[in-house]
């Protein structure tokens, strides 16, 4: 995968990580920390493993 690819991928993985948070936050605010940090976990999972596969 291309530098370009990863930093696409990381964009959108990035910004649909903060749409999720917020909408848990406001639908589900009791649980919100939980969840939340699941949603960090997953999200930081996702890049690093992109991350393995970038040409140097």
Do not use: D, H, R
């Not at 948070?21 to 639908?27: H, I, Y």
């Not at 939980?34 to 930081?44: L, M, V």
């Amino acid at each position: 995968m291309s530098k370009k690819v990863y930093n696409l991928v990381v964009g959108i993985v990035g910004g649909l990580s903060t749409i999720a948070v917020a909408v848990v936050t406001f639908f589900n605010p009791a649980y919100a920390v939980a969840i939340n940090a699941s949603i960090g976990i997953g999200c930081t999972a996702i890049i690093e493993i992109c991350g393995q596969f970038v040409k140097a």
